[in-house]
């Protein structure tokens, strides 16, 4: 198991980014992959990796979407 620090940001459709909700997580898991299909919510619209950072988007047809940021 690997340790990461994950910022999990959750927006609507109406706020976007700019009025999302976010948190910190400790978390333990195999990789960030494996870690975002055990807690989300919406399909996983997108993955970015840049500068040793994963990024994971996931969303649905209305709007919502969260994205893990995995340092």
Do not use: H, W
């Amino acid at each position: 198991m690997n340790s990461y620090e994950v910022t999990v940001e959750c927006m609507t459709p109406c706020g976007g980014s700019k009025y999302a909700r976010r948190e910190i997580l400790q978390v333990e898991a195999e990789s960030p992959l494996a870690y975002v299909e055990q807690v989300r919510q919406f399909p996983i619209l997108e993955v970015t990796e840049e500068d040793g950072s994963v990024t994971v988007t996931t969303g649905n047809a209305a709007g919502y979407k969260t994205r893990y940021y995995f340092c």
